[in-house]
C-alpha cells in the first residue's frame, strides 16, 4: 500500500478534527493539521493521530488571511510529506450578519478564507502533487437556498461552488477537485471527537464521511461535482 498524505485546513476542531481522525485512522493517511488559534485541540489531535493510529502528524499554524502563508503551508507539507495527495479545504468562518449589518471587514474576511484561501492553495497544491491529487472543498448545503441571516458566509460559499467546478476543468486530469456541502451537523457530534469510534457513533457526521471517504479512493475519477450529505435519518 503507497503511502498517503493530506493537508487539512481549520482542522483542530470540530469538522476538520472528525476528518483527520478519520483519514488516518480509516484510510492510513499522514496528516498535515492546519490550524490558527487552536493550539491545545492541535497538539491533542496530534498526540491521538500518532499514538492511537501510528500515523505521523505534523501541526502549522497560521492565519489563512495572510496571503504569504498559503505558498508556505503547501511547501511545509510536501517537504514533510513528499507522497501528500490531498487537499482538504475545510477552514471556514461562520458570523451572523445580515447585508443590512455587513461590513466591508467581514464580507473580505469571508471572502479570504473560503475563496481566496481555497484558490491559492489549491494553485500551489497542483504545482507540487504529482497527477492523481485530490482536491476536496468544503462547503454547505444552504448554497442552494437565499437565506441572507448569514449573508457574507453564504455568499462566499455559493462561490466556492464555482470555484470548484472551473478549477476542476482546468486542472483535469492530474487532479480532482470536488466539494461536499453537509447539512449543519449538530454540536454533539463533532465537538470532542476523539477516536473512530466517536465518528462511527455520529450518524450525521459520518454521511458526511462517506462522501469524503468516496472522493479521496484511488479509483475515483469524478471531478467537478458538487455533493450534497444528509442529515441523520429520524430514529
Known sequence: MHKRGVIITGAARRVGRAVAIFLAAQ?????????????SE???????????????????????????TLGRLVAYAFAALPYCDTLINNASVFRKSTLGQLSEGELEENYKIHIKAPAFLTQHFARMCAAGGKVINVIDTNITRTQTRYFAYLLSK???ADFTIMAAAEFA???????????EIPDHEIDNVKSLEDVNAAPCLKNFLDAVATLVDCNNTLSGEIIHTSPAAPP
Open 173 to 183: 486530469p492530474n487532479l480532482q477537485i470536488n466539494a461536499i456541502c453537509p447539512p
Open 158 to 160: 455559493k462561490a466556492l
Open 27 to 39: 484510510h492510513g493517511y499522514d496528516v498535515i493539521v492546519h490550524y490558527n488559534r487552536s493550539h
Open 42 to 68: 492541535a497538539l491533542d489531535l496530534q498526540r491521538i493521530i500518532q499514538e492511537d493510529y501510528g500515523k505521523r502528524c505534523l501541526l502549522f499554524r497560521s492565519d489563512l488571511c495572510d496571503f504569504a
